[in-house]
């Protein structure tokens, strides 16, 4: 009898899997990969109280296309200078809105990112740091779920929003939160690739940053038969990367998203070893998400030829408005 694993593959497949993606880790998980990536605007903070906020900032604008999500995050961190964290603690409110007021990213105006700069400031100011504010409601659990709902929930208190923020959304209501994981990725593991600072945080804890790229992978390994690129899909992916990775999850998150932003990398080479790897594995379409079209937030997925939708909160067909 075939012994599987948690994820439903066999020992040995799941072993060759693991086998393929440590390749792939060794290839791409370095520092000449990251470009274009908003990560490129976070790294170069040394300090980690001045990088989780390039990396809150840089991580909450990565939707749309990439060279405009590096245009507009480079336009904040450039008013925020050198040092974000004192550029916070000195500025005002009616600054920041000064500063601000005709910015704008896609559906993004001014009044959220001042919103979310403000809360984050106020955080600061409250815990010593956003570290520090994420783990204030700390309770055990397989993953962060409940104490990035207590941060978001926090973040809207202390920006004062009367409205729904473009930038801020929460599990709770179903959302991937796809910024917010790769904001809390960027923030917790460090190696090559990812910077790290939040030193009391757990990688093993992290979920997967899921967009619509990740979704196809997920589909295409079958770590994930469900059509939505929501918090159930999530964690599906994220528990079938524990079973590979059960004290990082989010390794191969990286590596596996080159593919769908450098033009230069081919779905061929991916799929190559991971067909040897995994058996039978369903290529997703060959497209970079960093250049669909607003509206519908996923297009074909593998094995399926007709169109499918990003679902939002509830369930429902969501608009560009709405992303998370």
């Keep these: 009898m075939t012994t599987r694993k948690d994820n439903g593959f066999s020992l040995a497949r799941t072993a060759c899997l693991r086998d393929e993606l440590e390749r792939l880790y060794r290839e791409y998980n370095r520092p000449e990969w990251i470009s274009p990536d908003p990560l490129e605007c976070v790294i170069r903070f040394r300090n980690p109280q001045d990088r989780e906020i390039a990396a809150l900032v840089a991580s909450s604008l990565a939707y749309g296309r990439v060279r405009q999500i590096l245009k507009s995050v480079r336009k904040v961190l450039d008013r925020l200078g050198e040092s974000p964290r004192s550029a916070l603690e000195n500025t005002s409110r009616p600054q920041l809105e000064r500063d601000f007021s005709s910015f704008r990213h896609r559906f993004t105006a001014g009044e959220d990112l001042v919103d979310l700069l403000w809360g984050a400031r106020k955080l600061c100011l409250r815990h010593g740091g956003l570290e520090s504010a994420f783990l204030s409601c700390s309770a055990p659990g397989e993953t962060y779920l409940h104490e990035l709902e207590s941060f978001i929930r926090s973040l809207e208190e202390e920006g004062g929003t009367k409205r729904k923020n473009s930038l801020l959304c929460r599990p709770s209501l179903g959302s991937a939160c796809k910024r917010h994981w790769l904001f809390l990725k960027w923030m917790v593991r460090s190696d090559a690739v990812d910077p790290g600072g939040w030193n009391r945080c757990d990688p093993a804890r992290l979920v997967i940053p899921l967009d619509t790229h990740m979704h196809r992978i997920g589909r295409a390994l079958a770590f994930t038969r469900r059509n939505a690129a929501d918090l159930k899909s999530a964690m599906e992916i994220t528990r079938s990367f524990r079973v590979i990775a059960p004290r990082d999850p989010a390794r191969y998150d990286f590596?596996?998203?080159?593919?769908?932003?450098?033009?230069?990398?081919?779905?061929?080479?991916?799929?190559?070893?991971?067909?040897?790897?995994?058996g039978r594995v369903d290529p997703p379409e060959d497209c970079h998400p960093g250049q669909e079209e607003e509206g519908e937030g996923q297009g074909p997925v593998a094995g399926r030829p007709?169109?499918?939708?990003?679902?939002?909160?509830?369930?429902?067909?969501r608009d560009s408005r709405e992303l998370a």
Excluded: H
């Design 255 to 278: 590596v596996l998203t080159r593919f769908g932003i450098r033009e230069d990398l081919s779905w061929k080479d991916f799929l190559r070893g991971c067909k040897a790897a995994a």
């Design 306 to 317: 007709r169109k499918l939708q990003d679902r939002g909160e509830k369930g429902r067909a």
